[in-house]
């Protein structure tokens, strides 16, 4: 399984951005989808996740700017980013793992099932 994030770049304060993430090849089933980030100097941090059932749990920071979605159908995963704030400058990752990881985990895990894609940066001016 490979992802790929596409849509990062720079804007203003207040402005909005939309992720891609693409993966090829075969998901479990079971698998849920996520967008996590990480800021220089700062822990890798789960921004949005969405579950194989659709379940859906936002960080904290993000909760009512940022939207997820998914369409399992093209195996994509969208992150729609509104009111986009300077603190929101990260690179941005995208990944694919079983649901319960997506939700409680933020680095990759042994075992083969955990697949990210590389990061796409970010970055949001004052």
């Known amino acids: 399984v490979q992802l790929q994030a596409s849509g990062g770049g720079l804007v203003q304060a207040g402005g909005s951005l939309k992720l891609s993430c693409a993966a090829s090849?075969?998901?479990?089933?079971?698998?849920?989808m996520g967008w996590y980030r990480q800021a220089p100097g700062k822990q890798r941090e789960l921004v949005a996740g969405?579950?194989?059932?659709?379940?859906?749990k936002y960080g904290d920071s993000v909760k009512g700017r940022f939207t997820i979605s998914r369409d399992s159908a093209r195996n994509t995963v969208y992150l729609q980013m509104n009111s986009l704030k300077p603190e929101d400058t990260a690179v941005y990752y995208c990944?694919?793992?079983?649901?319960?990881?997506?939700?409680?985990?933020?680095?990759?895990?042994?075992?083969?099932?955990?697949?990210w894609g590389k990061g796409t940066l970010v970055t949001v001016s004052s």
């Open positions: 969405i579950s194989s059932g659709g379940m859906i």
């Open positions: 090849g075969t998901i479990g089933s079971s698998n849920g």
């Open positions: 990944r694919t793992a079983p649901d319960i990881v997506v939700f409680t985990t933020t680095s990759q895990i042994p075992g083969g099932m955990d697949y």
